[in-house]
């Protein structure tokens, strides 16, 4: 039997879980609650020990309702429009041109320079 939310009007649900009873809780396969755990993307977690990490109830439904919220449209900020078109250079094309300039002109005060002599 299954400890989804359905089912928990029809029987009682611990107030701890392990991971794999919260896993099948949240409805999601072991390997990937393991996975949003190791990333820092899961639900609120405590330890007895190094290896026993147990959830309360009350944290994943939590887990629940903020993941609800995020993919909700209406509660997601609009998206920002990136201009259209090819991006421009910059001031790194200013630069390029600035020392071009400085190369050149010192090129020709040294030709004028040695021409003189």
Known sequence: ???TPENSESRRLPAVMDSKQAAEYLGVSYGRFRNLLWLGLGP???SYGKRD????????????????AANNPELASPPVK????RPRKGLAL????????????????FLLWWLGH
């Open 53 to 68: 990490r147990r959830f309360r109830v009350s944290d994943l439904d939590d887990f629940i309702s903020q993941k609800v």
């Open 82 to 85: 990136r201009p259209r078109g």
């Open 1 to 3: 039997m299954t400890m």
């Open 44 to 46: 609120r977690s405590f």
């Open 94 to 109: 200013a630069f390029e041109t600035v020392a071009l300039l400085l190369v050149a002109s010192a090129v020709l005060g």
